[in-house]
Every structure is written in structure tokens, then in C-alpha cells.
């Protein structure tokens, strides 16, 4: 039987010809990716353990991002013990404060993640990098240090569920609305364990930020990873953004390999979706709950803060007021330069809205646009449980950057093919 | 006694097993002193040394912040049964020494308040208040060993 992209990665990354789905592998990790939330504990527990090495200082990235510049005392220490752990281990490729930005927009644009390679980190949302056709998963602090320590961590290689996004999507229709359909029809456990493997002509026409925004949310559905093949599009970003290493593996799945389900999504029948409070599979069309009043849209994270994102949210916003508080969020400097270059953050700003420097910050209820109770957010963002943003008795609307530009020029969720 | 606190809920996730507002710190004590604040305000005061929380399917869902397994430890839970657990949660529950029970039918098979005794290498739930032993499948001998030496880093110092 043939192997899929996940299997043949796992084959390289173990030094075999094959491994089937199932198997339990120890594998070799080309990136560890550390922030500012797990990794200082995973330091910790590494000197509580005596274990001083790290095991390559060029293949561990390092960037504060959740609390990022730092919000409070308590931060700023989680700061000090990432930075000074970091210097004093000649870590190559650290962004500090200034450099700094959301971690899953942050390697890809800095050329730290390549096709064919083992990636993994301290965080859920760390299969973003499957887009690349890497593979890569979210993992806690103690994964993270023996991944530090050794360069490698045990699997089980996952089955792999194949996702075929047909037709192509209409304007105002974008990668965001897929994936939340995409959770809303499998539900929040749908893929547990699973490889989401997403094909299909659609997702050949979107660009490389639209697709790190399916991929992102792959956890959303359980996702041990998700994966895109490699086409012209990954070629010529990688060849935009890879510096160092430039060389790397492409792998496609075969023909015959295994898939445990496959769903089909009529990209040309979708239509602007919101999840609503209070899981990410709470999917429903924009038709159905245009019109609700909100008091906050929050554009950014490492689903939707990408330039893409901006331009967009830009041109929605372009000569209007926001009716609500508004925050922008481009997800790291060099977008946020881009935003500035491009026009953007002025349009921005005569909108009303703070347009803020790159961080996590509120998209988990961190800083820089809290709720309070009884509040509603529309959001770019890829959570909404209970309290994500703030108050327990908040709620989080999920929607892609349009629909949250055009719901903040309304007050209210809104369609944004109104505005395009 | 380890008394069961029974939520019939799926998906609880670890937003409600430790908000991020409280992520600006890895004190244990300080995480301890808010587990589950967003789904139970009294489960703190409630929760007696060993007790069990019993859930529905997708337990851990969403973050790979580990400090949902410390906050936890840290209130002294003694394991969670759950239908089932999101991947993340349940590797890192093995990997911080912290003992999972899989068990199909958790919430109606163990009453809220029922005291119940696991023998997690046999694979035996004795609820000792209904009078039921309840089987399930045992973790694997290798992850019973990690849980067992306190946890991955732990086990791999001893070897």
C-alpha cells in the first residue's frame, strides 16, 4: 500500500523506508519552535532535571508572542527567564522584543520552516506549518524539553483523513469560512489523532497565508497535524522567505494510500460563516445571524493576522467609521511595516481603530482588548470557549478578517460581500 | 476517599481548566488555586485530596499549555475518567506522572459524589458507593512507567 505525505515525512524523519499509520516511531525534529508561555517552564524542568544541553542552537526559534511586550510583572519575568536562557545557549535564531511576533506567522516569514520536515511546538496552533507540507504539531513543556535536550521525540504515526475542497470560492468567501465549515461538519474531536490531509481545486488557487489559516485551525477539529501538498504557490514563497538552508524534500501522497474518511466541501456554495460562542464547530452562515450587535472586532492572530488578512480588513474599512471598538493586530514587524508602507495602517487609523503592535494578546484573553461581561467579539481569531477573550460571561464570534472588518463598520455581524 | 466530581459535558477544555489570564505564571500553587474556575467557581473548595473528575468526550481540548495538567496536580486531583481525551492533554497528563482513565459511559456509570478507588494497572474502577467495579483498558506498561517515576523527564533521569 502506498503512504501519505505524513507517512513518507515520518519514514525520513526515522530513517526507514516506510512506516504505516499506527506505528510508533522515534523521530528526529528538524525545528523546535519555543514562546513565551511554555518554554519557560520547560527550561525550568530541564535544570531540575540537571540537563544543561540544548541540542542544536540553530534549529530551536525562539519569539516572545502571548504576553509579548511584556503585560505585567509576572510576564516579564516568563520574558526574562526565556531571553536570558536563549543568550546564554547562543540560540541563532531568537526575536526579541522589537524582532518579536506571533510565532506561527513569525517562522514561516522568517524562512524557518521547509517541506519535508519534523516540526514541532510548545503550542496547540503549531500545525499552521503544514501548509507547507511539513509536518508539524503542538506539544507542552515537557515534550518541549526533551525535544530541546534531544532533537527528538517518540510518535504515533497518525491515520491521515482527507479533506477535498471542490468547486472555487466566490468573493468575500475566503480560507477562513472553508476550515470553519470544515470543523462545523466533523466537530471539535472529528479528526482526534488524525492527519488532516486538504486537497482539492480551491485550495490550489489560495495563496500561502490563506492556507497556513486552514491548516491553524487543524487542532480546532483534534488534528494531530494538518498537511497541503507542495505546488507552485509553496515554491514561490518558500523562494521569497528561505534563507539559510534552502534546500529540502518534497513528498506527495500516492495514489493508493490510506485514508480512515474523506469529506468533500463545495467551496462555490459557501457563503461567509461565524462560529458562534462558545466551540469553534459552532459554524453557522452569515445570512443566518447577520443583524446580532457586537461590542468589539478584534483583526489578527496567527489565523488571520497575516498582510493578506490586513489588505483585506483595509479595503473593507477603506473611507468608513468603525460603529464598535476596533483592533488590528498585524502579526508580526514585518507585516506591521507593510501595514504602515502600504497605506494601510492609515486607513486604519481614520477608521478608528487601534492598530496595535504584533502580539497574541487578546485573542487568548492575554491583554490589548479584554471583554468584559456580557460583551461579544467578532473575531479573526481560531478559539472561542468560554472566556477566551475575557469574561466567562463573554462570547467570541469567530469569522474571517472581511467579516469582522465589516461587522465593525456595522456594529453588528455583518456580510461582508456587502462591502466588495 | 476519592470522591467523583461529575460534569456531563463534552469538550471541556483547557480554557476552563485554566484560563490564559492566569498563564502569566508556572507557579503551581497559584494555577492550583484557579483549576476549573471558568466551568465550576467552587470545584477549589470542593475538591479533597485524590478525588476524580469524571467527563464526557474530548476532555483537554484546545491549548497544549501543560499548566492545565499542574493546575490540576496541583489542587491534588488524584486522575480524570473521561469517554475521551484530546491528544495533546492526554500526552501531557502521561508526561507530567498524572493517571487518565478512558472509559466509554464515564458520566453514567459514576454518580456525582460516589466514592470511588482505581487500580490503574488492572484496569478496575471499584465505586465503592454503588457497589459496581467498573473495567477498563489499562495505560500501556510503558506509560505506566513514566507515570509511575513521576513523570517523562523524570524517567528518563532514572534511566
Known sequence: MGMTITEKIFAKATGQDSVKAGDLVNANIDIVMCHDVTTPPAISMLKANGIDKVFDTEKIVVTPDHFQPAKDIKSAELHKRLDTWAREKGIKHYYPVGKAGVCHALLPEQGHIRPGEVIVGGDSHTCTYGAFAAFSTGIGSTDLAAAIATGQLWFKVPESMKFVLNGSLNKGVYSKDVILEAIRIVKTDGALYRAMEFVGPALREMSMEARMTITNMAIEAGGKNGIIAFDEVTKEYLDAHLKDKKDYVVFESDADANYVETIEIDCSALEPMIAKPSLPSNGVKISVCAGEAMDQSYIGSCTNGRIEDMRIAAEIMKGKKVAIRTIVVPATPDIWKACIDEGLAEIFYDAGCVFSAPTCGACLGGFMGILAAGEKCVSSTNRNFVGRMGSPKSGVFLASAATAAASAIEGKLADPRNYL | ?159
Open chain 2, 1 to 159: 476517599m476519592s470522591k467523583a466530581h461529575v460534569y456531563k459535558r463534552d469538550h471541556i477544555n483547557t480554557d476552563e481548566i485554566i484560563p490564559a489570564r492566569y498563564l502569566n505564571t508556572d507557579d503551581v500553587a497559584e494555577l492550583a488555586s484557579h483549576v476549573m474556575e471558568d466551568l465550576d467557581g467552587e470545584f477549589v473548595d470542593k475538591c479533597g485530596a485524590g478525588d476524580i473528575i469524571v467527563a464526557g468526550n474530548d476532555f483537554g481540548c484546545g491549548s497544549s499549555r501543560e499548566h492545565a495538567v499542574w493546575a490540576l496536580q496541583g489542587a491534588k486531583v488524584g486522575a480524570i475518567i473521561a469517554q475521551t481525551f484530546a491528544r495533546i492533554f492526554y500526552r501531557n497528563c502521561i508526561n507530567c506522572g498524572f493517571y487518565v482513565v478512558e472509559l466509554p459511559g464515564a458520566p453514567e456509570k459514576i454518580n456525582d459524589g460516589d466514592d470511588i478507588e482505581i487500580d490503574y494497572k488492572a484496569g478496575v474502577i471499584n465505586n465503592k458507593t454503588q457497589g459496581t467495579v467498573i473495567e477498563f483498558n489499562p495505560l500501556p506498561d510503558f506509560a505506566v512507567e513514566i507515570i509511575e517515576d513521576g513523570g517523562l523527564l523524570k524517567h528518563i533521569s532514572k534511566k
